[in-house]
């Protein structure tokens, strides 16, 4: 399917998108928890750090001692020979796990889940933000491999601390906004490691373009003394600087190591918007094609007062083009209204029937 149709309109819409992104630490928590179901058995809730040599080394001085939060199903103390499949979730723009734990209310969610007959599963909440709002979960010299952390390392270590099914088949991935671009990224780039994916309102599959940068925004970036001087940063720095991060690092340009994708007179730089396109899954869907044809199940879904519908759809629309099958639902709701419900009563049962009939 052709993607230029939607690049001028994602141009448009790309400051929009990551505000919503950045939007979900707050307007998730809105969101009410849905009723309770009859008799709940508790979860356990583990708080680990992951040392990550991926990440370690990176220009922005972020910490390589990642914060991961597992969640153990009710069975978990009780059947000591018991094996788990397990689900990684992926946070979005603004926020971290702890926090996106907290908006998802995702310790009762899942709880209820369980009540209500969906399989168990370990839950996997590792940390994707860094000094600029979020990493993308991308592989880049400024921010780290990020990528790497949790197509690999992550998955080893949790092999390696709890019961899990420790093989692919028994891996998913999910995530929400900026969460939702790092599971489509990762499905794309590092098959093998997954055996189903679901995106949850996926921001930035299609090239974002200059998110709104002016020369005056520019001028405020450039200012900034040391990557930690951008912590809490509005947004309309914040989101252009972690993309430049994530799809346009130079190392040889201390303090930020960014490229932006306009100079300081407001003229658009065609080398690095050539770059931010190459990270978009939308233009890089047709070369991975085989990828997408790996997983046992593709899952994904938007609220229909969400900017992210056209490039949702269009990313359903490939994916069907080529024969792929995927679960897409365009749902009443915003870009945060629903997604603590969504998880409980969609994502969770997704996951609970594929992977525990995936898993040996």
Request: include cysteine; glycine fraction near 8%; proline fraction near 8%.
């Amino acid at each position: 399917m052709a993607i230029r149709k939607f690049l001028a309109a994602q141009t448009a819409l790309g400051s929009g998108l990551l505000l919503l992104a950045a939007g979900a630490a707050v307007g998730a928590k809105a969101a009410e928890p849905p009723p309770a179901h009859g008799a709940i058995a508790s979860v356990r809730v583990d708080r680990q750090i992951v040392h990550s040599p991926a990440i370690a080394g990176n220009l922005l001085g972020t910490s390589a001692e990642r914060q991961v939060f597992v969640v153990l199903p009710p069975t978990y103390s009780t059947h000591p020979r018991r094996r788990y499949p397990v689900v990684y979730a992926l946070h979005g723009f603004g926020t971290g796990p702890q926090e996106w734990m907290a908006e998802l209310h995702a310790k009762a969610g899942i709880e209820r889940a369980y009540a209500a007959r969906t399989p168990e599963m370990i839950l996997v909440f590792p940390d994707g933000s860094n000094e600029y709002g979020g990493s993308f979960y991308t592989s880049s010299a400024a921010t780290g491999d990020f990528e790497r952390f949790i197509a690999d390392e992550l998955a080893t270590f949790i092999d390696s601390h709890y019961r899990t099914i420790a093989n692919s088949a028994a891996r998913g991935l999910m995530g929400h906004s900026m969460g939702g671009y790092g599971t489509a990224r990762i499905a794309a780039l590092d098959p093998g490691r997954f055996g189903a994916i679901y995106l949850m309102s996926p921001c930035c599959l299609a090239p974002l373009g200059p998110q709104g940068l002016n020369p005056e925004r520019v001028a405020v970036i450039e200012a900034l003394k040391s990557p930690a001087a951008a912590v809490g940063l509005p947004f309309i720095y914040a989101g252009p600087l972690a993309t430049a991060a994530a799809f346009s690092p130079d190392p040889l340009k201390p303090p930020l190591f960014v490229d932006l994708a306009i100079d300081a007179r407001g003229t658009p730089r065609e080398e690095i918007l050539a770059k931010r396109a190459a990270n978009a899954p939308l233009a890089f869907f047709d070369q991975h094609v085989a990828a997408f044809r790996t997983y046992a199940k593709i899952g994904i879904d938007v609220g229909d007062q969400d900017t992210i519908v056209p490039t949702a759809s269009a990313l359903h629309k490939e994916l069907d083009s080529y024969a792929i099958a995927n679960q897409f639902e365009i749902y009443s709701g915003t870009h945060t209204s629903r997604v603590a419900e969504r998880f409980e009563s969609t994502v969770l049962p997704f996951f609970g029937g594929i992977l525990t009939k995936a898993a040996p």
